[in-house]
């Protein structure tokens, strides 16, 4: 059987999402979440028309596909989901495309952590920081951790002594 040519086949349009907390999560599980949240608000009707589909998961980016016209009907029941499986989740809309390359150019590349432990005023503390997160800073202690709070020139000579650029914006 021949192709259909383009001008006889269904124009489909992709959608790039980021899930919040940055988990990896599983494409079937995420599609069975997914179509329930878009069958609750739209009915079974509404979704064959969303004709929605999971075609990519990496990491806390996934690409949704839909029927081109149905992007904000599918946006729309993106913003009620609260969970995947048993973990809480947020699906954030991040680019709307017509290619599934052009989305995959605007995932962002793996941030390394930094874990690492550090000596502030004399105090050794543990450092934990990922990409984008606000810094963690547990003071070392016999029995507990205790968290301590930074400051602005605290913060300057950590990165001039570890040549690490940290992001403490939180955003």
Partial sequence: ???RPPTM???RRYILVRLVPEIPADPKVLYTTLLDSVTSIFGDLGAARIHMA???SAGP????RCRRGMEQDLMIALSTVCAVGSRRLVVRTQKISGTIRSLK???PPDQESCDEDISINGESCHVSHRHGVKI???EKGFKNRELLFLTTMDIEETECNHN???DTTGQ
């Avoid at 980016?61 to 949704?64: D, P, R, T």
């Fill in 136 to 138: 963690d800073l547990f």
């Fill in 105 to 107: 150019e605007k995932i």
């Fill in 61 to 64: 980016y996934a690409i949704l």
């Fill in 1 to 3: 059987m021949k192709p």
């Fill in 164 to 166: 690490t650029r940290w």
């Fill in 54 to 56: 999971v075609v990519y």
């Fill in 9 to 11: 086949r269904e124009k």
